[in-house]
């Protein structure tokens, strides 16, 4: 959680094109290492949505291309647990949805074709990886339902 607050703040106070690149470049490399996370030891429903998303945002940071940063300053390396999957995913839908935002701002001042194009791409990336984000979520939901619904019939 503390690393897609981190992720989130530094997005929002990115003011130019190279800066909410690499932020974006950021987000979908937390992304990558989440979804890597949870396909390896989260809730055996949300594996294969997690393998999927882990491939989603690997594609987005392909597109945008490894930002230059200073050593340690991957936030995805620091991701050490997943306390509550739920939080996280939920929490890391915003994310993606801000990186979108950021990515059609800086698209629509671009330029050069090559940067509006990085950019599209990586928007569909990212778009891609919040709908795995939401199915997860969905996931959850239907299974907290019918733990609900089993508790009940047998009462």
Do not use: F
């Not at 703040?9 to 992304?31: F, K």
């Not at 230059?68 to 994310?95: C, S, V, W």
């Not at 891609?128 to 089993?150: G, I, P, T, Y």
């Amino acid at each position: 959680m503390r690393l897609i607050a981190t992720s989130r703040h530094a997005l929002a106070t990115s003011t130019e094109a190279p800066t909410v690149m690499a932020e974006a470049w950021q987000a979908q490399a937390l992304a990558q290492a989440i979804g890597n996370r949870l396909a390896l030891s989260g809730p055996p429903e949300l594996r294969a949505q997690a393998l999927g998303l882990s491939e989603l945002a690997g594609q987005g940071c392909t597109v945008l291309g490894t930002p230059p940063l200073e050593p340690g300053a991957l936030r995805a390396d620091q991701l050490a647990e997943l306390d509550d999957p739920r939080e996280t995913l939920y929490n890391l839908g915003y994310l993606l949805g801000e990186v979108g935002i950021g990515l059609v701002g800086v698209a629509s001042a671009a330029g050069d074709e090559g940067t509006y194009w990085r950019c599209m791409e990586a928007l569909d990336a990212a778009d891609e990886s919040r709908d795995r984000v939401l199915e997860m979520l969905r996931l959850l939901a239907a299974q907290d339902q019918a733990v609900v619904k089993r508790g009940s019939a047998a009462g």
